[in-house]
């Protein structure tokens, strides 16, 4: 069986040009749109999951669903930490596990407007824990002051986040003396003195504890153990786990917006390529009629007509593809209903991303292109080829 | 002009104008869902009730603020009632299994928010019963709850020190017909928690989350707002009123960029379709070229051949539209006790309907006017010439 030639598709796509080129743009804004929403869940997911780390542990209360909700009194941290001894050692000898304090707090952004900025209030190990994770422009907070470290993607949000300006906590001033860099979601917080903190904030409790665990510790039995604790019942997760369950529910609606405005969006999409295919077949009733008295077979005519069907959803594909690759790195903020606090976070559109693109939109051209395509293959040679 | 041509026009390519009504169909059901979601964003701070405050901790949504409060603002000049609000974020067996609960005062809630309707069992129950409840009716409907029931909850931030859910006796089960009160909530004696919390059987500090407080009609709101304000300036807690509406906006502004996204996603949606139409109407008006040469030689006028095809594309795009808004509110429907805990006060209302309807016939119009102003100045020479 002989195929009829590419080049055939081509050349009719060129020659209606206009119809082409509408529907081909059609298709593509349908692809931009899945490809969007996927790379706003991609550059989320990034953000958290990626930065999680496997070889820290956050403890939390029992029932609490994040950090916010946790909280532990001074007394029951030293408890809790000396009777783990999965905790590892850190350069002391002493275990390496950290108390922090957490809360979102009300602040005026820079254009206008409210927000809600997390505080986290931190001890020494803390940055001996996450070590090179952290990448810090100016000095530390000593321990013991009122100095904090702004999160990067602060410093152009709200008002008074850079070195030697002075934020206030309630009615504490605070003098900012560095900039805090990381790849996950601290750089968008607000570092200071765990102690100064609670004092600030009048809220004198820890609300979770982060810790290193020792190569190969179970977590899970961990995790059953102290949650049936007398004396401090807690719950045990990696980073990483932590994380990308404060994501999930974000990430899950993404997903499931993409998916519904896809397919609806598709469905729309696959009718205009109907009636392009069609309007195609029709206007090319003579040719059909020739090919099919030169002996090309009803199949191969088929085949030419999905082909050129593909062809359109693949043109769409690349015009949704270049649509999306600007949108990479934009950055965009919303809150993390979670902990009800704003995150920014940017657009990452991964090749994942883009072959997705690619296939959706050459099924959407699958789909539109079946039914011309088969009309276009039974047509009867004689009164095909009739036709003018 | 000749309405029975636009009909034989429609029905002489059954497929094509079924298949453009039917992409019409799914654009206009997206527009109309988009516009209804974001559009509900703005519900709650629209119909904000005029004579009610929020008393807030300026520092944070998550710190509460002292017992205390409650009488000293009440004897600010003007306030006529309050209403202590505490977030409780129980969940129910499940963390999937979450919807809003506040601790408040039984008798001030009734007074104060007359939009609350009683449908099922009594509030005079629920004012005597300590450990009892009121659910709203799509509380109710989500885990088929009914009046007389005792239902556990689990505090993710009140635990119980013996590790037990909590227990609340549905009294009564309300309605509402204002955006300012959602249906999905959970209201408890906020003294059983204050109890629980002195009894020792929840480690925790007591407070208040925010006082809802009442005004004489009249009086002038910023006056008492800076009144309350100033009572508290020194601390411990300082705090921040508001009016309704404005402490309804900034949870709307939490969503950051999200109501950005779902506009530009409806552009892309309106994009595709008028991209869509216009490719079928050019179909439309190039095949016809012949029968407007004879519709001119018959001494039709330029009028009406300009008409034939504008009426014949937003007949199609009206048809689609129609349906369209047709599927969104049925479909809206279904979906609103889902959507309605993420945007309260999600509807397909009247305007939702007429909007798509409009956006509908304007991608008609807009699609019709390039073919049918070709059309018009066809010479009917030329036109005649054309091959059938």
């Given at each position: 069986?002989?195929?009829?030639?590419?080049?055939?598709?081509?050349?009719?796509?060129?020659?209606?040009?206009?119809?082409?080129?509408?529907?081909?743009?059609?298709?593509?804004?349908?692809?931009?749109?899945?490809?969007?929403?996927?790379?706003?869940?991609q550059?989320?997911?990034?953000?958290?999951?990626?930065?999680?780390?496997?070889?820290?542990?956050?403890?939390?209360?029992?029932?609490?669903?994040?950090?916010?909700?946790?909280?532990?009194?001074?007394?029951?941290?030293?408890?809790?930490?000396?009777?783990?001894?999965?905790?590892?050692?850190?350069?002391?000898?002493?275990?390496?596990?950290?108390?922090?304090?957490?809360?979102?707090?009300?602040?005026?952004?820079?254009?206008?407007?409210?927000?809600?900025?997390?505080?986290?209030?931190?001890?020494?190990?803390?940055?001996?824990?996450?070590?090179?994770?952290?990448?810090?422009?100016?000095?530390?907070?000593?321990?013991?002051?009122?100095?904090?470290?702004?999160g990067?993607?602060?410093?152009?949000?709200?008002?008074?986040?850079?070195?030697?300006?002075?934020?206030?906590?309630?009615?504490?001033?605070?003098?900012?003396?560095?900039?805090?860099?990381?790849?996950?979601?601290?750089?968008?917080?607000?570092?200071?003195?765990?102690?100064?903190?609670?004092?600030?904030?009048?809220?004198?409790?820890?609300?979770?504890?982060?810790?290193?665990?020792?190569?190969?510790?179970?977590?899970?039995?961990?995790?059953?153990?102290?949650?049936?604790?007398?004396?401090?019942?807690a719950?045990?997760?990696?980073?990483?786990?932590?994380?990308?369950?404060?994501?999930?529910?974000?990430?899950?609606?993404?997903?499931?917006?993409?998916?519904?405005?896809?397919?609806?969006?598709?469905v729309?999409?696959?009718?205009?390529?109907?009636?392009?295919?069609?309007?195609?077949?029709?206007?090319?009733?003579?040719?059909?009629?020739?090919?099919?008295?030169i002996?090309?077979?009803?199949?191969?005519?088929?085949?030419?007509?999905?082909?050129?069907?593909?062809?359109?959803?693949?043109?769409?594909?690349?015009?949704?593809?270049?649509?999306?690759?600007?949108?990479?790195?934009?950055?965009?903020?919303?809150?993390?209903?979670?902990?009800?606090?704003?995150?920014?976070?940017?657009?990452?559109?991964?090749?994942?991303?883009?072959?997705?693109?690619?296939?959706?939109?050459?099924?959407?051209?699958?789909?539109?292109?079946a039914?011309?395509?088969?009309?276009?293959?039974?047509?009867?040679?004689t009164?095909?080829?009739?036709?003018? | 002009?000749?309405?029975?041509?636009?009909?034989?026009?429609?029905?002489?390519?059954?497929?094509?104008?079924?298949?453009?009504?039917?992409?019409?169909?799914?654009?206009?059901?997206?527009?109309?869902?988009?516009?209804?979601l974001?559009?509900?964003?703005?519900?709650?701070?629209l119909?904000?009730?005029?004579?009610?405050?929020?008393?807030?901790?300026?520092?944070?949504?998550?710190?509460t603020?002292?017992?205390?409060?409650?009488?000293?603002i009440?004897?600010?000049?003007?306030?006529?009632?309050?209403?202590?609000?505490?977030?409780?974020?129980?969940?129910?067996?499940d963390?999937?299994?979450?919807?809003?609960?506040?601790?408040?005062?039984?008798?001030?809630?009734?007074?104060?928010?007359?939009?609350?309707?009683?449908?099922?069992?009594?509030?005079?129950?629920?004012?005597?019963?300590?450990?009892?409840?009121?659910?709203?009716?799509?509380?109710?409907?989500?885990?088929?709850?009914?009046?007389?029931?005792?239902?556990?909850?689990?505090?993710?931030?009140?635990?119980?020190?013996?590790r037990?859910?909590?227990?609340?006796?549905?009294?009564?089960?309300?309605?509402?017909?204002?955006?300012?009160?959602?249906?999905?909530?959970?209201?408890?004696?906020?003294?059983?928690?204050?109890?629980?919390?002195?009894?020792g059987?929840?480690?925790?500090?007591?407070?208040?989350?925010v006082?809802?407080?009442?005004?004489?009609?009249?009086?002038?709101?910023?006056?008492?707002?800076?009144?309350?304000?100033?009572?508290?300036?020194?601390?411990?807690?300082?705090?921040?009123?508001?009016?309704?509406?404005?402490?309804?906006?900034?949870?709307?502004?939490?969503?950051?960029n999200?109501?950005?996204?779902?506009?530009?996603?409806?552009?892309?949606?309106?994009?595709?379709?008028?991209?869509?139409?216009?490719?079928?109407?050019?179909?439309?008006?190039?095949?016809?070229?012949?029968?407007?040469?004879?519709?001119?030689?018959?001494?039709?006028?330029?009028?009406t051949?300009?008409?034939?095809?504008?009426?014949?594309?937003?007949?199609?795009?009206?048809?689609?539209?129609?349906?369209?808004?047709?599927?969104?509110?049925?479909?809206?429907?279904?979906?609103?006790?889902?959507?309605?805990?993420m945007?309260?006060?999600?509807?397909?209302?009247?305007?939702?309907?007429?909007?798509?309807?409009?956006?509908?016939?304007?991608?008609?119009?807009?699609?019709?006017?390039?073919?049918?102003?070709?059309?018009?100045?066809?010479?009917?020479?030329?036109?005649?010439?054309?091959?059938?």
């Amino acid at each position: 069986m002989t195929g009829v030639p590419l080049s055939y598709n081509v050349r009719s796509l060129m020659v209606r040009r206009t119809s082409t080129l509408l529907t081909v743009i059609g298709i593509g804004a349908t692809v931009a749109v899945l490809t969007g929403i996927l790379s706003l869940r991609q550059g989320f997911a990034q953000l958290f999951e990626a930065s999680g780390r496997e070889d820290i542990a956050v403890f939390m209360r029992p029932g609490a669903t994040s950090e916010g909700e946790s909280a532990f009194p001074r007394d029951r941290v030293d408890i809790l930490v000396k009777s783990t001894p999965e905790i590892d050692e850190g350069p002391d000898g002493r275990p390496l596990a950290s108390a922090e304090t957490f809360l979102a707090v009300r602040m005026r952004k820079l254009d206008g407007g409210e927000t809600n900025i997390p505080i986290r209030g931190v001890q020494p190990a803390t940055f001996v824990l996450r070590g090179d994770d952290l990448e810090i422009e100016g000095e530390r907070p000593t321990p013991g002051s009122d100095e904090v470290l702004v999160g990067r993607a602060l410093t152009t949000r709200v008002p008074g986040a850079r070195v030697g300006e002075v934020i206030v906590l309630n009615t504490t001033p605070f003098r900012v003396v560095g900039i805090l860099d990381h790849g996950g979601p601290f750089a968008s917080e607000i570092w200071g003195d765990a102690d100064r903190m609670m004092a600030a904030l009048e809220r004198p409790v820890f609300n979770r504890v982060i810790a290193r665990m020792r190569p190969g510790t179970d977590m899970e039995a961990l995790s059953k153990r102290l949650e049936n604790d007398k004396q401090v019942p807690a719950i045990v997760t990696t980073e990483r786990e932590y994380l990308s369950g404060q994501t999930a529910f974000l990430s899950n609606m993404l997903l499931g917006l993409g998916a519904i405005l896809g397919m609806v969006m598709g469905v729309g999409a696959v009718f205009a390529g109907v009636n392009t295919m069609l309007a195609s077949v029709a206007a090319r009733t003579h040719e059909i009629g020739v090919l099919l008295s030169i002996g090309f077979r009803p199949l191969s005519i088929f085949l030419a007509f999905v082909r050129e069907s593909l062809l359109l959803g693949f043109l769409g594909g690349v015009i949704g593809v270049l649509i999306t690759i600007p949108l990479d790195g934009i950055r965009t903020g919303t809150t993390n209903f979670q902990t009800f606090t704003e995150i920014a976070f940017a657009f990452r559109v991964t090749p994942g991303i883009l072959v997705t693109a690619i296939l959706f939109a050459m099924l959407l051209g699958l789909v539109g292109g079946a039914w011309p395509a088969w009309r276009a293959a039974r047509m009867d040679p004689t009164e095909a080829i009739r036709h003018v | 002009m000749p309405w029975r041509l636009v009909w034989r026009y429609l029905a002489a390519h059954p497929f094509r104008s079924l298949f453009t009504m039917m992409s019409m169909v799914a654009a206009t059901f997206l527009l109309c869902l988009l516009q209804a979601l974001l559009a509900s964003l703005d519900v709650a701070v629209l119909n904000a009730a005029k004579n009610r405050l929020i008393v807030q901790s300026a520092v944070s949504l998550f710190v509460t603020l002292p017992h205390s409060y409650q009488g000293k603002i009440e004897a600010v000049d003007g306030v006529e009632d309050t209403c202590k609000w505490t977030w409780f974020g129980g969940y129910y067996q499940d963390p999937e299994n979450f919807f809003a609960q506040f601790g408040a005062d039984p008798g001030s809630l009734r007074r104060m928010y007359p939009e609350m309707e009683i449908i099922e069992g009594s509030y005079e129950e629920f004012e005597r019963k300590r450990t009892g409840c009121v659910i709203g009716d799509l509380v109710a409907q989500r885990f088929s709850w009914e009046v007389g029931q005792t239902v556990p909850l689990i505090g993710t931030i009140y635990p119980r020190v013996d590790r037990k859910p909590w227990e609340y006796e549905i009294c009564a089960i309300y309605t509402s017909n204002a955006a300012t009160l959602d249906r999905n909530t959970m209201f408890f004696h906020h003294d059983y928690l204050d109890e629980s919390i002195d009894s020792g059987s929840v480690e925790t500090i007591k407070g208040v989350g925010v006082y809802a407080a009442a005004i004489t009609p009249g009086v002038e709101p910023t006056r008492v707002m800076a009144d309350i304000d100033a009572l508290f300036e020194n601390g411990p807690q300082v705090v921040q009123t508001t009016t309704e509406a404005e402490f309804n906006r900034q949870f709307v502004s939490m969503l950051g960029n999200v109501p950005a996204l779902l506009s530009s996603i409806g552009a892309s949606v309106l994009f595709a379709i008028l991209l869509a139409t216009l490719n079928t109407m050019i179909m439309a008006g190039r095949e016809r070229t012949h029968h407007i040469g004879i519709l001119k030689a018959l001494g039709f006028g330029d009028g009406t051949v300009f008409g034939l095809l504008i009426a014949e594309s937003m007949l199609v795009c009206a048809l689609g539209g129609a349906l369209g808004v047709f599927f969104a509110t049925g479909i809206g429907k279904a979906l609103e006790p889902f959507l309605i805990s993420m945007f309260p006060g999600f509807a397909i209302l009247p305007e939702t309907q007429v909007f798509g309807l409009a956006l509908a016939a304007s991608v008609g119009l807009l699609a019709g006017i390039l073919p049918a102003w070709q059309a018009m100045r066809l010479r009917p020479v030329d036109a005649l010439r054309a091959e059938v």
